[in-house]
């Protein structure tokens, strides 16, 4: 027998706290624990302002813990770290630079040999469905196409961690599905380790192996959901008896927090 994997991701009793300008302190995040397995998919879904960019944000050591640790692969955070993508809420391209040139930023701030990376990015550019698209500027794109643009420059130094915080949470819905099934194509051809945060409890469901839910600020984790569904999935998955099951159960914890708020 096997002992269990260690987590590749292990957030350990992490809590965080913000100072306002009056010196009050805002509690974000209270003893939050989370492990996340290697190659696994994970989404946090919870209520608005409960930490879950925060959290996104301290993995990618762009924010220092107030309490608690954050390992990846056993080693703590200090800083930011070349093995992990992020994509947040609003692609941020730069403007002034064609598609091609921003997918290939991540490249140049790590100084990757530029033949290769040419290629590589060229390759994602496909990946994504934005091949076509190389010498375009960001303002000739529609939304879901930038966010695809931002996808592939976060995979462009081929980080192990792909974090993304509600990345199509301003697309239309149809734009939305199918970038949904977009996105699970290109984890199954690339295998990553995804934390996605998002709003949409379909959305988790459709994507994830497990769900986290966070309660209101402070944030924790409430409840960890496993989402026994085969893949590859695909739009009929939302017709799958355990994904309705699964909904319905996420459904009533968002209504008891409603309730709770009252
Ligand atoms: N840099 C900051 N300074 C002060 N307060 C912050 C800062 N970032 C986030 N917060 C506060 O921390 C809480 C959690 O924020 P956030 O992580 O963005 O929540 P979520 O992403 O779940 O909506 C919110 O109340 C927010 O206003
Ligand atoms: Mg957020």
């Not at 990618?60 to 309490?67: F, M």
């Not at 060229?122 to 939304?143: C, I, N, T």
Request: glycine share 6%; charged share 25%.
């Amino acid at each position: 027998m096997t002992a269990v994997a260690r987590p590749l991701i292990d957030i350990r009793d992490v809590r965080k706290q913000f100072r306002s300008r009056s010196g009050t302190f805002l509690e974000a995040l209270s003893d939050t624990s989370l492990a996340v397995q290697a190659k696994q998919f994970l989404c946090i879904v919870g209520p608005s302002g409960c930490g879950k960019s925060t959290l996104l944000r301290m993995i990618a050591g762009l924010e220092t813990v107030s309490g608690g640790t954050i390992e990846i692969d056993g080693v703590p955070i200090l800083g930011p770290r070349r093995d992990i993508g992020l994509v947040f809420q609003s692609p941020v391209l730069l403007p002034w630079r064609t598609v091609l040139k921003n997918v290939l930023v991540p490249a140049e701030v790590l100084k990757l040999n530029s033949t290769s990376s040419q290629k590589r990015a060229h390759d994602l550019l496909k990946l994504v469905g934005l091949d076509g698209f190389a010498d375009r500027y960001p303002d000739e794109l529609s939304g879901g196409m930038k966010q695809r643009a931002a996808i592939a420059r976060a995979l462009m130094h081929d980080p192990d961690i792909l974090l993304m915080d509600e990345p199509f949470g301003a697309l239309d819905a149809l734009t939305r599905e199918a970038m949904n099934l977009e996105l699970l194509r290109i984890w199954q051809a690339s295998t990553k380790t995804v934390v996605l945060v998002t709003h949409s409890i379909e959305e988790a469901l459709l994507l994830s192996d497990r769900v986290a839910v966070f309660a209101p600020r402070p944030g924790f984790v409430r409840e960890l959901i496993d989402v026994p569904i085969a893949r590859p999935r695909s739009a009929a998955t939302r017709s799958d008896p355990v994904f309705i099951r699964l909904a319905e159960k996420l459904r009533s914890y968002f209504e008891a927090d409603k309730d709770a708020g009252k």
